[in-house]
C-alpha cells in the first residue's frame, strides 16, 4: 500500500486560495491513479479531482473545474491540488487517495484502498 500525508488545509474567506499537499511513500507510484476527495459534515464523500501519476492526465468534478488544478511532482512524490475562488460550498475535509485504477473507476472513492487522514478546509462566506 502507498502511504499518504496531506497537509495545507486552513480558514480562508470566499474568493481566496489555498494549496493542499499530498506525501506519497511506501512503493513506485507508476501506473497508479492520485485522487483528492471531500467530505462535508452529514454527507458522502465526493470527487473532486485525479491525476495519473504517469501520463499527467487530469479529471475534475464539475463544481471545481476552472477554480481548481491537480498537479503531482514525480521527483518529490507529491500530488498538489490548487483551490483558487473558493467557496463556503467548499469547506469540508479533503482527502488524498491512491490505487492503480482504470479511468472509469477514478471517480469512486470505494476503489482507492490508500487513504491519507484528511485535512480541514473552511471557507468562510
Known amino acids: 500500500q502507498v502511504q499518504l500525508v496531506e497537509s495545507g488545509g486552513g480558514l480562508v474567506q470566499a474568493g481566496g486560495s489555498l494549496r493542499l499537499s499530498c506525501a506519497a511513500s511506501?512503493?513506485?507510484?507508476?501506473?497508479?491513479?492520485m485522487g483528492w476527495f471531500r467530505q462535508a459534515p452529514g454527507k458522502d464523500r465526493e470527487f473532486v479531482a485525479a491525476i495519473r501519476w504517469t501520463s499527467g492526465t487530469t479529471y475534475y468534478a464539475d463544481s471545481v473545474k476552472g477554480r481548481f488544478t491537480v498537479s503531482r511532482d514525480n521527483a518529490k512524490n507529491m500530488v498538489y491540488l490548487q483551490m483558487n475562488a473558493l467557496k463556503p460550498e467548499d469547506t469540508a475535509v479533503y482527502y488524498c487517495a491512491a490505487d492503480r485504477l482504470h479511468w472509469t473507476s477514478l471517480m469512486v472513492a470505494s476503489y482507492y484502498g490508500s487513504w491519507g487522514q484528511g485535512t480541514q478546509v473552511t471557507v468562510s462566506a
Open positions: 511506501g512503493r513506485t507510484l507508476s501506473g497508479y491513479s
